[in-house]
């Protein structure tokens, strides 16, 4: 929301009637990737513009110009431009310090618990899943990959165009599987449409980048699919492309997945002889019924755990040091070589084409509203048998570890902990493990998000105040430095948790690692912050007696600060 008013006008307007008195300049402009969390957006979110289908809300003054809104990507503020439309409306000075005392929140959420008891959810059949190698079972050459179902139809599912697609993955409920669940149907539409002179092989105007830089500890979901999948991802990055109008398709690697990247390259090479998509260089731009064909290339990436966040995955294929933009712009507006972008993680890439070719209604009746389709779940810690599986989203968190994985070690009673999904998502005890459900909603109802659906379960012999504390000591090392709060803030929350393990903490300490938590969340460039606070702002909600049970021990049996270290290491 970006207030802009002359002070002048607001001056002169303050002396008019009550009644009338308005202030003409003022504008709000609303964010379509993210929503503002600032106190001066807590009204935006009240009155609905229909030509955006977003709320907007109080500006200074107490009044606000609402503007109905055109998405036009081409727009230099957050994807939308916004065309001026009379219409004034006033908002009391009640409302405004009702708006100015209140924390803003998302709507109430659905009672997951009453809709768990509704329904079981899980998958019961195996025709009903996206990943039918995920494995390794089978060959993950061009005929075996034909033979499961890969590449049937596709060029029949291009030549009904980009509307016809974009309207298939909307009314499907898929929502991106790399963290951040955004609709990726919506999120593809914000893609403006390519010139008629863009498709030229040699100066694309679009791009598409497959983010396959999986770095979230705990997470192993993409290099299954890269390993055992590699032409349902080509197959998803080709009409991927054609949803967002892009010519040429990046998939950028983790540095580490060697193994991966050669299996993916020669699927590339297979998919490229028989004409199904082309490579750099290639002299054939298109296919056997006259297709364009659309040019594929495999990046690798460094290793830097920051380069998942999508503008720095971009400054990173620019050559650049992976550190993440300002935005806006955004990248749909101005991403890769200063060209729009789309940047979509490898599991949300590779569901495109069941998607498209069993149809949305199919993918939207599994799951519950707002939390459609399938997803991938990766299982470790203390579980009899660690593995990733596809399961219906929706599905208990304690029925997917039982389910799956043999349970947990010793019983489900020795659970200390569950991490959902991922280690920058909170923690939960087991009283509320065992009944949450795996899926956006119902995480986010106990504090905690699904994330990437990594699930780690600790057991009663884990100290979970040292599992934070090394979680923070990664994200101290892998922090890009570039944001103060994030730089200054991981270290502060490492050295306050080794303090305590040390036996050197007190009480003071817990109100510093809180105060420094929730002053690195929402106030850096990207996410990071708040992957690094959310552990600890975990920790203090559900398990503050592990950390006072460290500051009692340090007020009965004192120690010289520098007397040991938990972590020589760090």
């Known amino acids: 929301f970006v207030p802009r008013e002359d002070a002048g006008e607001r001056e002169r307007g303050e002396k008019r009637n009550k009644q009338t008195k308005m202030v003409t300049s003022t504008a ?14 807590n009204r935006i979110l009240s009155i609905t513009i229909p030509a955006l289908n977003v709320r907007i809300g109080r500006a200074l003054g107490g009044f606000i110009n609402l503007r109905r809104a055109v998405a036009t990507a081409s727009s230099s503020r957050a994807g939308a431009q916004l065309q001026t439309q009379r219409s004034i409306v006033r908002i009391s000075k009640e409302e405004q310090k009702a708006d100015r005392e209140a924390k803003w929140t998302l709507p109430p959420a659905e009672n997951w618990q009453s809709a768990r008891q509704s329904r079981k959810y899980g998958l019961e059949n195996d025709t009903d899943r996206v990943f039918n190698n995920l494995y390794g ?5 061009l005929d075996s990959a034909r033979a499961r179902g890969d590449w049937f139809r596709t060029t029949a599912i291009i030549s009904r165009g980009r509307d016809w697609l974009l309207n298939q993955l909307k009314n499907s409920g898929l929502r991106g599987r790399g963290g951040a669940g955004f609709p990726t149907g919506l999120k593809m ?6 010139p008629e002179n863009a498709h030229s092989p040699h100066q694309p105007q679009q791009y598409l980048v497959v983010n396959g830089d999986e770095g979230e500890p705990g997470t192993s979901k993409d290099r299954q699919i890269l390993r055992n999948e590699p032409h349902k991802v080509l197959e998803g990055a080709v009409l991927g492309a054609v949803a967002t109008d892009a010519q040429r398709v990046y998939i950028y690697i983790r540095g580490e997945f060697v193994h991966e990247r050669l299996i993916l390259q020669r699927a ?33 990436g460094a290793g830097a755990y920051v380069c998942g966040e999508e503008t720095a995955l971009i400054e990173s ?3 650049k040091m992976g550190k993440p933009r300002l935005k806006p712009p955004f990248p749909a507006q101005k991403g890769l070589f200063g060209r729009p972008t789309l940047v979509s993680n490898v599991e949300t890439v590779a569901s495109i084409p069941t998607i498209a070719r069993r149809g949305s209604k199919w993918y939207a009746s599994l799951g519950r509203h707002g939390n459609h389709g399938t997803k991938l779940f990766s299982i470790s810690g203390a579980v009899e048998s660690p593995c990733t599986v596809e399961e219906e989203m929706g599905i208990g968190l304690r029925d997917l570890v039982e389910k799956h994985a043999g349970g947990a070690k010793g019983g489900w009673s020795h659970v200390r902990a569950v ?15 065992e009944k949450v459900m795996m899926d956006y909603t119902a995480l986010s109802a106990v504090g905690s998000a699904l994330g990437t659906g990594a699930v780690v379960v600790l057991d009663d012999t884990v100290d979970v105040v040292e599992a934070v504390a090394r979680m ?25 948790l080794e303090k305590l393990l040390a036996g050197d903490g007190a009480e003071s300490d817990l109100q510093a690692m809180d105060h420094m938590a929730r002053g690195m969340s929402g ?25 006072e049970s460290y500051v009692r021990k340090a007020s009965v049996i004192p120690t010289k600060p520098s007397s040991r270290s938990v972590f020589r290491s760090a």
């Open 268 to 300: 590339l090479d297979e998919a490229s002889e028989s004409r199904l998509l082309r490579q750099p260089g290639d002299a054939a731009r298109f296919g056997a019924n006259g297709t364009p064909l659309k040019t594929v290339v495999i990046h690798r």
């Open 472 to 496: 923070e000591m990664f994200y101290r090392h892998e922090s890009c430095g570039q944001c103060t709060p994030c730089r200054e803030g991981t270290g502060v929350l490492f050295a306050l």
């Open 189 to 194: 539409s914000l893609m403006p449409t390519a």
């Open 317 to 319: 294929l620019e050559g």
């Open 419 to 433: 991490i959902p999904g991922g280690c920058s998502t909170s923690m939960l005890p087991r009283t509320i493990a």
């Open 28 to 41: 709000a402009h609303v964010a379509m990737y993210s929503l503002c969390s600032t106190s001066s957006s």
């Open 137 to 141: 079972d089978h060959g993950v050459d």
């Open 523 to 547: 106030h850096t460039i990207c996410a990071m912050g708040d992957a690094a606070a959310t552990p600890v702002l975990g920790l203090l909600r559900y398990f503050r007696p592990e950390l």
